[in-house]
C-alpha cells in the first residue's frame, strides 16, 4: 500500500471500525508473543473516552482506517518518579493501534509526526511514552522517532516492566 498517511480526529460514527481494528492489532500482538493488550486494557471504553474529549486521532492510508493514538497530556502516576530530563506538560501518545495489514507502512511514524507537530503547536516541548516490554516494534519505532529511554514502570498488573521514553523538542531546536 503506497501513498500518504493522512490523519485527523476520530469521529463518533468510526468507533465501531475502530475498535474491530484494534481487536485485529491485538490478535496481531499476541501471534508475536506480545501480550501487552487483553481483555482488560484498552477497552472500547477508553477509545470512546478519547474520542469524546477529542484526544483520538485517526490516520488513513489509501482511504482506509490504517490506525489510531490517544494524544494528550495525561500521564499515567507511575511515570512521577522516574528520572525525567524534560518538564511537564508533556504531549504522551497512548493507545496506539496499527492494523496489521498496515503495518511497516510508515502509519506509526506518521502517527508520532503528528503528536510532534502537535506538541509544537501547542508550545510544549516535551514528549513522552511508555510500551511493555515485549513490545519490540513499538520500542523500535520509538528510538526511531527520537526518543530517549528514562526508565521503566509497573502498569496494569502486568509482570514485566514498561519502558518509559522521552523527546526533549527544545534540544532539536539548537544549533
Given at each position: ?5 493522512t ?32 481483555e ?10 478519547d474520542?469524546?474529549?477529542g ?5 488513513f492510508?489509501?482511504g ?7 494524544v494528550?497530556?495525561s500521564e ?21 493501534a ?38 519490540d516494534r ?38
Open positions: 500500500m503506497t501513498g500518504e498517511v490523519i485527523r480526529p476520530a469521529r463518533r460514527e468510526e468507533l465501531e471500525e475502530i475498535w474491530a481494528m484494534v481487536g485485529r492489532a491485538v490478535a496481531h500482538m499476541n501471534q508475536l508473543g506480545n501480550p501487552q493488550w487483553g482488560d486494557y484498552p477497552t472500547r471504553d477508553f477509545y470512546a473516552g474520542m469524546n474529549r484526544e483520538l486521532y485517526a490516520a492510508l489509501g482506509k482506517l490504517a490506525g489510531v493514538a490517544c494528550n497530556t499515567s502516576p507511575e511515570y512521577d518518579p522516574l528520572p525525567w530530563t524534560t518538564s511537564r506538560p508533556a504531549v504522551v501518545i497512548h493507545r496506539m496499527i492494523d496489521p495489514t498496515f503495518q511497516r507502512h510508515g502509519v506509526g511514524s506518521a502517527l508520532f509526526a503528528f503528536a510532534e507537530e502537535e506538541a509544537r503547536r501547542r508550545g510544549i516541548a516535551a514528549m513522552r511514552i511508555d510500551t511493555y516490554s515485549l513490545n513499538m520500542q523500535a519505532l520509538i528510538r526511531k522517532m527520537g526518543f530517549s529511554k528514562v526508565g521503566e514502570i509497573h502498569l496494569h498488573g502486568r509482570p514485566l516492566t514498561y519502558p518509559c521514553f522521552e523527546k526533549d523538542l527544545h534540544q532539536e531546536e539548537q544549533p
